[in-house]
């Protein structure tokens, strides 16, 4: 398993804010984890990146104990994509995506020929070359996160870690920055995402997390959510799941009632 999370339990002071969470990704999957506000989902993303230190449980990424990790090793195994809401400093766009390469170079060593090359490759394979020399401070959102994801992708970490991907973002970046994640994924990389879009994670996860109450409420299948029950309790309202035949392909919609 490329990522792995051992009946991990976390505390702020005594507050118990996660108390037994176990899940494992391997390439290929997407992970999505739903929970209200203030359900511990950062703080999961937090302990995940070894920003944060278990109170109980293990974290492994690629079989090894993340504890034994040096944070150079930690970094080149997971890229983190913070919301597009955060602050990003004025640098130019390659450069930003040629920071991913840090984590490959040695203190005072600076990017060579190799690491410009895949910080460029990152920006074509998105389709993004365009924005090479633009400030990401002056980008939309949708256009910061896809250099982000550049970013990631340049780091060559094989975990990619997503909070909140789409918020704040139009409906088209929403569906770009989905659509992006989906081609990652079926490239290979193991992908966990938060989300407040129930939609997302029926539609784009291969399995889903529901945190709730510092607990697991739901882990397993899109599919499994389906029949309403879990997410109903999870945000307290009747809802309509419904997989719809667009013409096109199926479509999983959850309306309110
Ligand atoms: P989510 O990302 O799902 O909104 P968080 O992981 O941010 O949830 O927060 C989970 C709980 O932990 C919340 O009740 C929050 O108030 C609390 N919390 C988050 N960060 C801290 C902190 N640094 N110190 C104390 N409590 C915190």
């Given at each position: 398993?490329l990522?792995?999370?051992?009946s991990?339990s976390?505390?702020?002071?005594?507050?118990?804010?996660?108390?037994?969470?176990?899940?494992?990704?391997e390439?290929?999957?997407?992970?999505?984890i739903?929970g209200?506000?203030?359900?511990?989902k950062?703080?999961l993303?937090?302990?995940?990146?070894?920003f944060?230190?278990?109170?109980?449980?293990?974290?492994l990424?690629d079989?090894?104990?993340?504890?034994?990790?040096?944070?150079?090793?930690?970094?080149?195994?997971?890229?983190?994509?913070?919301?597009?809401?955060e602050?990003?400093?004025?640098?130019?766009?390659?450069?930003?995506?040629?920071?991913?390469?840090?984590?490959s170079?040695?203190?005072?060593?600076?990017?060579g020929k190799?690491?410009?090359?895949?910080a460029?490759n990152?920006?074509?394979?998105?389709?993004i070359?365009?924005?090479?020399?633009r400030s990401?401070?002056?980008?939309?959102?949708?256009e910061?996160?896809?250099?982000?994801?550049?970013?990631?992708?340049?780091q060559?970490?094989?975990?990619?870690?997503?909070?909140?991907?789409?918020?704040?973002?139009?409906?088209?970046?929403?569906?770009?920055?989905?659509?992006?994640?989906?081609?990652?994924?079926?490239?290979g990389?193991?992908?966990l995402?938060?989300?407040?879009?129930?939609?997302q994670?029926?539609?784009?996860?291969?399995?889903?997390?529901?945190?709730?109450?510092s607990?697991?409420?739901?882990?397993?299948?899109?599919?499994g959510?389906?029949?309403?029950?879990?997410?109903?309790?999870?945000?307290?309202?009747?809802?309509c799941?419904k997989?719809?035949?667009t013409?096109?392909?199926?479509?999983?919609?959850?309306?309110?009632?």
């Amino acid at each position: 398993m490329l990522l792995e999370s051992r009946s991990v339990s976390f505390s702020y002071g005594r507050r118990k804010v996660l108390d037994g969470v176990s899940f494992a990704i391997e390439g290929g999957d997407m992970m999505a984890i739903l929970g209200r506000n203030g359900s511990g989902k950062t703080t999961l993303m937090r302990l995940l990146l070894g920003f944060l230190q278990p109170d109980d449980g293990d974290i492994l990424i690629d079989g090894r104990d993340e504890r034994g990790m040096s944070e150079r090793e930690k970094a080149k195994a997971i890229a983190y994509i913070p919301q597009s809401t955060e602050m990003v400093y004025p640098y130019p766009v390659i450069d930003t995506v040629l920071m991913g390469r840090a984590p490959s170079l040695s203190i005072f060593e600076r990017p060579g020929k190799g690491d410009e090359e895949k910080a460029e490759n990152a920006l074509s394979m998105l389709g993004i070359e365009h924005l090479r020399n633009r400030s990401v401070n002056e980008l939309s959102g949708g256009e910061r996160q896809l250099v982000m994801i550049a970013r990631a992708m340049a780091q060559e970490a094989r975990i990619i870690l997503l909070d909140e991907p789409t918020a704040s973002l139009d409906y088209s970046n929403q569906l770009l920055v989905m659509e992006t994640m989906e081609r990652l994924r079926t490239s290979g990389y193991a992908m966990l995402f938060s989300t407040h879009n129930p939609e997302q994670a029926l539609m784009n996860a291969t399995s889903v997390l529901v945190l709730s109450e510092s607990r697991i409420a739901y882990s397993g299948s899109p599919e499994g959510l389906m029949d309403g029950s879990v997410l109903e309790s999870l945000y307290s309202r009747r809802l309509c799941i419904k997989s719809i035949d667009t013409g096109e392909n199926e479509r999983i919609i959850c309306i309110p009632r």
